[in-house]
Each structure stands twice: as structure tokens, then as C-alpha cells.
């Protein structure tokens, strides 16, 4: 919902920083990845993050995932609807659903940072956070600092987290 302008702008930065950043993310062991809706992403982007996620599927130090054209609703609606269209009759379960998100072997992650004073999801990861711990600051992601990450796995791990769910 951005103006065109803007996402022009952002496609740009976007290019520039995969291009130049793709070896270093190699040597360093990071395994790329994309999630949202690759329909609408321009061809020579799509081109791009293709290159990226086959140059660094090796790695096996950090995955990297970048969200780019996602939205958790979306995600969600996608999966809704592949399941529909290949439903055998059987019963969908939790399981099931996951198979069908955009990146259905990426496990639920233990902490959501939000940047920028935010304190909302916005529409991120809505299935897989659901037991996810939220830390959030009002440091801007530019600003982004080890520091200001030690904080938030600092206060992270000072949390006693439950998971909800049925008592036995």
C-alpha cells in the first residue's frame, strides 16, 4: 500500500544490498530465504532472490529470512486455499496446515523483535507466532545494534514461558 515511488526506491536498495552482500552471507554459512507472495514481485527481483537462496542453500550457521510482499492474513488465506483445492475429505490438522505455509519447514520462532516503538505484529508471522515471545524497542531497524539484540535475548531469557493448551 505503499506509494509507487517509494517501492521503486525500496526494490533498488533491496537489489543493491542482496547483490552486495550475497558472498559475505555465503562465507559466513547464512541460508537465504524469501516468504510472501511472489506474484507481483517484479521478474528481475524474483530473479534475484532466486540467485540468492541458490547461492547460499548451503548454509547451515543462520537462516536469513526476509519478508518481502507477505502478510500473515494472506499467508494464512493462501494456505486455506491449497488445502481446499487438494482436500481429500481428510481431516486438517495443525500438521497439515503448517505444510501448506510458505515456508512450512521453518520452525515457530522463540522471539519477535518489533523496531521502531511499534508495539503490534503488524500482520507478521500470525500462525508461527503464536507462542512466540515479543520483545519490543523503540530503536529503528537501521539502528539496530548487538547491543540492542543482547538486551532483547537478555530479557528473553529472564521470561518463563508457557504454552497454553489443555491441562492432562
Not at 502478510?71 to 497439515?96: C, M, N, P
Not at 520452525?107 to 500462525?127: A, H, K, M, V
Not at 540492542?148 to 521470561?159: G, H, N, P, Q, W
Request: glycine share 8%; with cysteine; hydrophobic share 35%.
Amino acid at each position: 500500500k505503499r506509494p509507487q515511488t517509494e517501492v521503486k526506491g525500496l526494490m533498488s536498495l533491496f537489489k543493491f544490498y542482496i547483490r552486495k552482500k550475497i558472498d559475505e552471507l555465503r562465507e559466513e554459512g547464512v541460508r537465504l530465504r524469501f516468504a510472501g507472495r511472489m506474484q507481483g514481485v517484479p521478474d528481475d527481483i524474483r530473479e534475484i532472490m532466486y540467485q540468492a537462496e541458490n547461492i547460499t542453500k548451503v548454509g547451515e550457521r543462520l537462516q536469513l529470512i526476509v519478508c518481502l510482499n507477505y502478510g500473515g492474513r494472506q499467508e494464512i488465506l493462501d494456505a486455506i486455499q491449497h488445502i481446499v483445492r487438494e482436500s481429500d475429505g481428510t481431516e486438517i490438522t495443525e500438521g497439515t496446515f503448517r505444510k501448506y505455509l510458505y515456508l512450512p519447514d521453518v520452525p515457530d520462532p522463540d522471539l519477535i523483535i518489533r523496531t521502531s516503538g511499534e508495539q503490534r505484529l503488524s500482520n507478521f508471522w500470525l500462525w508461527q507466532g503464536a507462542y512466540s515471545e515479543l520483545y519490543f524497542t523503540s530503536v529503528l531497524w537501521p539502528d539496530f545494534t548487538e547491543k540492542t539484540l543482547k538486551d532483547a535475548i537478555d530479557s528473553f531469557e529472564k521470561r518463563d514461558r508457557r504454552y497454553g493448551g489443555i491441562q492432562s
